[in-house]
């Protein structure tokens, strides 16, 4: 089963509004990383937030960590058409057996 | 571009067929990671492999396999091959497969079973 849930499944906001994604895991983490996807491309890293850390920003992007609710969300400010993508949460486990777990993804669509 | 190199783009066959997925890492990264996306089961991991060992298992069917060569490229053996293996097949690398590390991902080989 998924580690990493998605919400909500697709989102569309116009050029210049904020988006914003959450993440929910189920077990105890280490780290937590964004990823984007654009259509049929890999996935790109965006950041990485480590458990004992609660907020982190690179850019337009913010990112937030719960680890009492077992929750991330990714913020992305003044969102662009070049923004519209795929975006996945993805979980280590500090079970030391180094998988990376990957959400179902938010589908974002910034129209321009 | 990420450094991570998949071959082929493309790959259409038949049921029963087998094929391999080849994937070269970024420079220097010594882990490899394969994952299976398809548009119901979203990026599912397969394995992972550092320098050359086996690290860690996910969903792989038994009849998937892989391998990391001592250059550090890795293949993917996927046979008897049925219609619900069509998906996109991605590799990923890191340098030293740590969960602090982030994932440098390959543009995919699309699979299509006919």
């Known amino acids: 089963s998924q580690q990493g849930e998605e919400d909500p499944q697709a989102l569309s906001i116009q050029e210049g509004e904020n988006a914003t994604m959450n993440c929910s895991y189920k077990?105890?983490?280490?780290?937590l990383q964004w990823y984007r996807q654009n259509s049929g491309r890999g996935l790109v890293h965006l950041i990485l937030?480590?458990?004992?850390?609660r907020e982190k920003h690179s850019g337009r992007l913010r990112v937030t960590l719960d680890t009492s609710k077992k929750s991330s969300s990714l913020l992305i400010t003044a969102s662009r058409a070049a923004d519209t993508a795929s975006y996945f949460c993805?979980?280590?486990?500090?079970?030391?057996?180094?998988?990376?777990?990957f959400g179902t993804g938010t589908r974002l669509k910034v129209l321009a | 571009d990420s450094g991570v190199t998949q071959t082929p783009k493309h790959l259409i066959t038949a049921t029963g067929q087998r094929v391999t997925l080849r994937c070269s890492p970024r420079?220097?990264?010594?882990?490899v990671y394969w994952y299976q996306q398809s548009l119901d089961q979203g990026l599912q991991f397969l394995i992972q492999y550092y320098n050359g060992e086996e690290r860690a298992k996910g969903n792989i069917l038994e009849r998937f396999s892989a391998q990391q060569f001592p250059d550090l490229h890795s293949e993917l053996n996927l046979s008897s091959l049925e219609l619900g293996d069509s998906a996109l097949y991605f590799c990923?690398?890191?340098?030293?497969?740590?969960?602090?590390?982030?994932?440098?991902f390959g543009d995919g080989t699309r699979l299509s079973i006919l």
């Open positions: 990923a690398s890191s340098v030293a497969g740590q969960g602090n590390q982030p994932q440098h």
């Open positions: 077990t105890s983490i280490n780290n």
């Open positions: 937030i480590r458990s004992n850390e």
């Open positions: 993805a979980t280590d486990s500090p079970s030391g057996t180094y998988k990376y777990i």
């Open positions: 420079s220097g990264d010594l882990s």
